[in-house]
């Protein structure tokens, strides 16, 4: 996996969390019901405990997906898997041939997207969710 591409993926829905993030700073500074142009459901960023559903890791992969950057990077086995259910987080199957690269590239996106959050919400906006990312951040 081309870490240039990762990178630019990264610093793209890094970029794009931002505005989402303002833009909820400056309406209804409700960081659990946070609307946004790549679903008509609701997220809540401050929800990374593993279920899914609403959370910031699905955020995430409907601006990936959105805007095209998994064909950056997946070929068409994947990339149809991905087609197949859009609204659901996707991860490479374990039994993919390039199964840890891309699972190895896509927890770097993860992970440094969800920091921006984080970093985010205690720096920018000042509230305290060290609660509510703990487990995930394996912070103390």
Same mark, same amino acid.
């Given at each position: 996996? &081309? &870490?240039?591409? +990762? ?12 505005? @989402? ?8 500074? &409700?960081?659990?019901? @946070? ?12 929800? @990374?405990?593993?279920?899914? $559903? ?25 990339? &149809? ?15 993919? +041939? ?19 959050? *984080?970093? *985010?919400?205690?720096? +920018? @906006?000042?509230?305290?969710? +060290?609660? $509510? ?8």
């Amino acid at each position: 996996m &081309n &870490n240039f591409v +990762k990178h630019s993926i990264i610093r793209f829905v890094k970029e794009e969390l931002t505005t @989402v993030l303002d833009e909820t700073l400056s309406s209804t500074c &409700n960081f659990s019901k @946070v609307r946004t142009r790549f679903s008509d459901d609701p997220f809540d960023v401050t929800r @990374v405990d593993g279920k899914f $559903e609403g959370s910031i890791h699905i955020l995430i992969h409907r601006i990936m997906y959105l805007e095209k950057h998994y064909l950056r990077f997946l070929d068409s086995e994947p990339m &149809n898997e991905v087609e197949e259910d859009s609204h659901s987080r996707w991860w490479v199957e374990s039994g993919h +041939k390039d199964y840890d690269q891309i699972d190895d590239f896509l927890s770097d996106i993860y992970f440094d997207c969800i920091v921006h959050v *984080y970093e *985010y919400l205690t720096d +920018k @906006v000042g509230i305290d969710v +060290k609660e $509510e990312f703990k487990d995930y951040l394996d912070l103390e």
